[in-house]
Structure formats: C-alpha cells, structure tokens
C-alpha cells in the first residue's frame, strides 16, 4: 500500500479550507495568537486515518492491480534505461542510436504513468472524496478550537519566523475535528467530481454574504470536467 500513502499525502498537502465570508467583529483584540498545519490536522483526524484503512479494504482488488502493472511497467523502464546507458558508455556512441534509445526512454515513461494513472483512477477518487469531506468541515473545527483556547489569530507556521511548540494548536484542531466529524465516506456518489463539495460549501458562503448585504446569490460555477472514473 505504500503507493496509495504516497498519493495521499500528496492529496492532503492541497486540501482546501472554505473560509467563512462573514462581516468582520470590530471588537478590540485579545492577544491570542498561535499557529496551526491544518494539512497534517487532516492527516492526524479519526476520519483520514480511519478513510485510509477502509480504502486499502475495499478498493484493495484495484490497487493490487494498479500495484502489480506499475513493477511491470517499471521492469520494462529499466530493461531500456539500461540500454541506453550501455550505448552512452561506449568509446564512441552512435548518436542516432543514442537518441532513439532516450526516446524510447520517455516514451516508455510517459505511457507506463498514463496507464497507472488509469488502473488508480477510482482509488483517487475515494481519496479525494475523503478529503473533500473533511475540507468542508476543517473551518468548523479550526474556529471551535480557537474559541476553546481563547485563540483570535491562526498563522500558518511557513508564515512564522519563529515561535514556541506552545503556540502550534494543530493537535487541538485535530481533537475539535474528530468531534465535528468522526467518519466520512469512501464511496463517492455517481457524478462526483473531486473538490465538488468544498465548491458548494464557498458558494453557500458567498450567497449567505450576499444574502446579509442585500444583494442577489451568485450564479453556481460550472463543475470542472473530470475523466470518467468508470
């Protein structure tokens, strides 16, 4: 399973948060202040964690298949790569011989990548459906943990010089997160398309905003077009 882990994480590292569009509070400032990795929050909650585990169970045919084909394909990569570095190393190498052994190179990868791709395309579907499940919800625990801990400005810790471990209240946002939202699914609905939820959520928000200044709601995006799945 090491591939899947390796797509999620990558996966979690883009996760979007949904911020709420609601009047600014012109109330004076406490000095509360702390920092938080809401990407490794959603990685560490009971959902991911628990979403991971049942995706290795369910979609365990598809990533077995997709596991198998990529060492094949991998086997096949370096029988070429190899090929080319035999030709590369003789006194006097044959340029033509040595440039079409380095396209086969690339095009052996580029293909081998598509048809990965291809075989974890439902996999990656489930991911993003768990990602986007938490998304929607990570601005629900991020304001309760800053209620909690009397917090009234969250940085991200790349925007920070420096700081004490004090101040990171990334495990707290966890423990809000796992109240909010102790499990999600992994079987996306028909028509899914990843960041689906996440879009409908920034919507409400805006026609909520618009709502609160008189003004009408925003016409709907258009989903994004995504390769069927099936």
Known sequence: MKNLFAATALAVATLAVSVPFAAPAMAQSKT???VADVRVAAAKSAAFTTAMSQIEVTYKAQIDARDTRANTLQAE???LVAKFNEEQKKPTPNRATLEAAAKAVQDKRAAANAEV???G???DLAVAYVEDQISVRMNDAIRAAMKRLKVDLLLNPDAVLAREPAVDMTDAIVADLNAILPN???VPPAGYQPGQLVQAKNQELVNAARAAAGQPA????A???QPSTR
């Open 32 to 34: 509360g202040i702390a």
């Open 77 to 79: 990569l370096n029988l």
């Open 117 to 119: 791709g291809q075989l």
């Open 121 to 123: 395309q439902q996999v």
């Open 184 to 186: 999600v699914g992994i």
């Open 218 to 221: 925003a016409p709907a995006p």
């Open 223 to 225: 989903p994004t077009s």
